[in-house]
C-alpha cells in the first residue's frame, strides 16, 4: 500500500514570495491534516479535512496560509506572502475517518521550507 | 502553551539494554497517546498507542506505560537496537476532540553498538 506523497521535497524561497504544497493522502483515507513543524519542535496542525470539509483550521494563519483539499482526495497548501518564520517542515498525514479520538494518523516525508 | 512535554531531549543507551522515554502531559481531556519514531529527511512513523481504559500496551520489543493520575506515559524499548536511533515523539489527543494531535518536542535516542 502507498503510504502518504508529499512534493516538493525541498523548496527555498525569498520573503514575501508564494509557495504552494501538494499532498495525496493513502487511499481510501478521508481525514487528512496538515502539520507545521519548526526545527526543535514537535509538529503543530494546522488544518484538517474530513473529505473536502475543514474540520479545524484554528491555528491556521488565515492572513497568509490557504488550503484546499478539490474532490475530497489531494490537498494543496499555500504561503502567500512568506514570512523567515515560516521556515518549517511542513507534514501531511492521513487517517481512516473512523472513530474520533483513536485513530492513527500516518505521516508523509514532508517538504522542508526555507525562507531567506 | 505545551500540552504534551517531553523534557529530555536527548538520550543514549548500550546496545541491548533498556531504553526508557518519557512524557508529561497537562490535557486531562487527552484519552489516547500515541508513540512516533522519526528518521532524519521522513516524516514519523507510528510505533504503539495507549488508549486510557489501559495502563499498559506491548507490541514486541516496544511496550507503553500509562498512569493517568500522574498524567505520564513512558516507552520503554527492550532491547534497544541500533536501527532504534531516531527521534520518538510523544503525542495525545481527546476522544472528544476532531483526531487533533498535540505532540512533544521530541527526544533524540541514540542506540550505541
Known amino acids: 500500500e502507498a503510504g502518504v506523497a508529499q512534493s516538493p521535497r525541498y523548496k527555498i524561497i525569498e520573503k514575501r514570495q508564494s509557495v504552494a504544497f501538494w499532498c495525496n493522502p493513502i487511499s481510501g483515507h478521508a481525514t487528512l491534516y496538515w502539520y507545521q513543524q519548526i526545527l526543535g519542535q514537535g509538529p503543530k496542525l494546522l488544518i484538517q479535512f474530513q473529505n473536502n470539509g475543514v474540520v479545524d483550521d484554528s491555528q491556521l494563519p488565515k492572513d497568509r496560509f490557504s488550503a484546499e483539499r478539490l474532490k475530497g482526495v489531494d490537498s494543496t497548501l499555500k504561503i502567500q506572502p512568506a514570512k523567515l518564520e515560516d521556515s518549517a517542515v511542513y507534514l501531511c498525514?492521513?487517517?481512516?475517518?473512523?472513530?474520533?479520538?483513536?485513530?492513527?494518523?500516518?505521516f508523509g516525508p514532508g517538504t522542508r521550507l526555507l525562507v531567506l | 502553551d505545551q500540552q504534551v512535554k517531553q523534557n529530555s531531549p536527548s538520550l543514549s543507551v548500550q546496545e541491548g539494554r533498556i531504553s526508557i522515554l518519557n512524557c508529561d502531559y497537562t490535557n486531562s481531556m487527552f484519552d489516547y497517546f500515541l508513540w512516533y519514531k522519526k528518521y532524519p529527511a521522513e516524516g514519523p512513523t507510528f510505533l504503539i498507542s495507549i488508549s486510557s481504559i489501559k495502563d499498559k500496551n506491548e507490541d514486541g520489543r516496544f511496550t507503553v506505560f500509562l498512569n493517568k493520575s500522574a498524567k505520564h506515559l513512558s516507552l520503554h524499548i527492550v532491547p534497544s537496537q541500533p536501527g532504534d536511533s531516531a527521534v520518538y515523539f510523544c503525542?495525545?489527543?481527546?476522544?472528544?476532540?476532531?483526531?487533533?494531535?498535540?505532540f512533544g518536542t521530541g527526544t533524540r535516542l541514540t542506540v550505541i553498538p
Open positions: 503525542a495525545a489527543s481527546a476522544l472528544t476532540g476532531a483526531n487533533n494531535l498535540f
Open positions: 498525514a492521513s487517517s481512516l475517518g473512523g472513530t474520533r479520538g483513536k485513530e492513527t494518523q500516518y
